[in-house]
Nanobody
Framework: QVRLVESGGGLVQPGGSLRLSCAIS????????MGWFRQAPGKDRELVAA????????YYADSVKNRFTISRDVLRSTMYLDMYRLKPEDTALYYC?????????WGQGTQVTVSS
């Protein structure tokens, strides 16, 4: 089982930036694609970005394309999400997980609030 701990969220003004981190431990040999997901109040959880662990191929949802960057540090077993030009609609609880998700690996998430 992969264990995941998200951090780096906070309150930021529209147009601001944040970096989220996902610390990964456990059965990392099972990782192939990792993703960042988010869930806003009253909405379903959605995939916003994903990265293939071995070759760093990336995927972005249209809503975050050209504003968010996903990356990973193999030596630190950490995945990142750099978020730029944040919008109020980016407000959500952000999670990392394998993609497709491993149900038993969901963490507590990290809250991102974009507001003036």
């Amino acid at each position: 089982q992969v264990r995941l701990v998200e951090s780096g969220g906070g309150l930021v003004q529209p147009g601001g930036s944040l970096r989220l981190s996902c610390a990964i431990s456990g059965r990392t040999s099972t990782m192939y694609v990792m993703g960042w997901f988010r869930q806003a109040p009253g909405k379903d959880r959605e995939l916003v970005a994903a990265i293939t662990w071995s070759n760093q191929n990336t995927y972005y949802a249209d809503s975050v394309k050209n504003r968010f960057t996903i990356s990973r540090d193999v030596l630190r077993s950490t995945m990142y999400l750099d978020m730029y030009r944040l919008k109020p609609e980016d407000t959500a609880l952000y999670y990392c997980n394998t993609n497709p998700p491993t149900q038993s690996s969901w963490g507590q998430g990290t809250q991102v609030t974009v507001s003036s």
